[in-house]
């Protein structure tokens, strides 16, 4: 017995997380992080679509434009990836950062296949290998998270937040996303992906500590502990709808100006890496594991950057041609129009080249 006692005990210490993380909670999180990424995956091609339908009739959201908004397409898609978020938002209420948010891989499979079938955005092979890589090191990361952190009141996560190195985090996050937005944006963002990409994931870090927050404050609240009468509930709540509006408004310049098969998983990448590190930062996640499971889940990230690496290099290449063409073939919808192109660099002449796209 015990022999048998020490072999559990052992288990659990070098990689058991997976048996221990599977309580109750966990797995409402993992469910919810599931249907939140098929909602999610489903909207960015339904978006896309309302961004085309009203670029064709009006000012482009990728040139400051404002027509989508009174594109129904665009609203439906919205509604699509508000349903999406919501049980994102849940999930995070459940489960730790390093379990959920990987699990966001699964949105860039669907938007991958259904830009293929949809917006006529194909994927080459090496692109398909790049979506499998991205899941296999995601899944390594679920396999390996940490257990959730004992939270008794929204109190103790202000703690957490007013913390110098989350705070120093914070700050570096502001500053970095302001020198894009006032100074790269209107210089480079038309011609490159990671500009907007990178205003989309800085502010979407902290917007998910704020709202796992949010979430725990809720879910004490509704099991009879209320946190509503808590300043710091409020205060989580203004910087999760500003971190939200700000999102929205640089992705859709984004997926108007982008290869949408491009932008999913560069996107999900950035956000992972960067929430998982704030997760990190402001719930210390990695002091609850051992070095052999930190190692895991950092190996399944090097799995992720790969897979998306591999899918940006090979966005031009189409079968039967060089991928070293300097332009790339336009392809086109259903609609007619030519697809989107993705900026493209001339290797002799080391100058920014854009292929054929619509008038959206």
């Not at 996640?285 to 591999?310: A, H, Y």
Request: aromatic share 10%.
């Amino acid at each position: 017995m015990a022999t048998e006692a020490s072999t559990s005990a052992a288990a659990g210490a070098g990689g058991g997380s997976w048996v221990e993380g599977m309580s109750a909670d966990n797995i409402k999180g993992l469910v919810l992080a599931l249907s939140s990424s098929f909602f999610i995956g489903a909207s960015f091609i339904v978006k896309k679509k309302g961004l085309k339908k009203a670029g064709a009739s009006g000012v482009r959201a990728g040139v400051g434009g404002y027509s989508y908004l009174y594109e129904p397409l665009w609203w439906a898609g919205m509604i699509t990836m508000i349903v999406g978020e919501v049980a994102n938002f849940a999930a995070y209420a459940f489960a730790p950062a390093i379990l959920v948010t990987p699990l966001g891989a699964l949105s860039i499979i669907i938007s991958a296949v259904l830009a293929d079938i949809m917006l006529k955005e194909k994927l080459h092979i090496f692109g398909i290998l790049g979506c499998v890589l991205c899941v296999v090191g995601s899944t390594t990361i679920v396999l390996h998270a940490p257990q959730e952190r004992e939270i008794d009141s929204v109190a103790e996560v202000w703690a957490l937040a007013t913390e110098p190195a989350f705070l120093f985090y914070a700050v570096t996050v502001l500053a970095a996303t302001f020198v894009l937005i006032f100074r790269f944006i209107p210089q480079y963002g038309q011609t490159h992906i990671m500009v907007y990409i990178g205003v989309c994931s800085l502010v979407g870090s902290l917007s998910v500590m704020s709202v796992k927050a949010l979430g725990i404050a809720l879910k004490l609240t509704f099991s009879g502990m209320n946190q509503l009468i808590y300043p710091q509930t409020w205060m989580f709540t203004i910087v999760v709808v500003a971190c939200i509006l700000t999102q929205m408004n640089y992705l859709n310049k984004a997926l108007d100006t982008f290869n949408t098969a491009v932008v999913s998983p560069i996107y999900y990448t950035m956000f992972t890496s960067l929430t998982i590190l704030a997760s990190v930062i402001m719930f210390k996640d990695w002091d609850r594991q051992n070095p052999t499971q930190i190692v895991t889940e950092m190996c399944g990230f090097v799995t992720i950057l790969s897979g998306t690496f591999l899918l940006h290099k090979t966005k031009d290449m189409v079968d039967g041609l060089p991928p070293t063409l300097p332009i790339r073939i336009p392809k086109h919808d259903e609609d007619g129009y030519a697809a989107e192109g993705i900026p493209l660099r001339s290797a002799a002449e080391g100058l920014p080249l854009r292929s054929p796209r619509a008038a959206e």
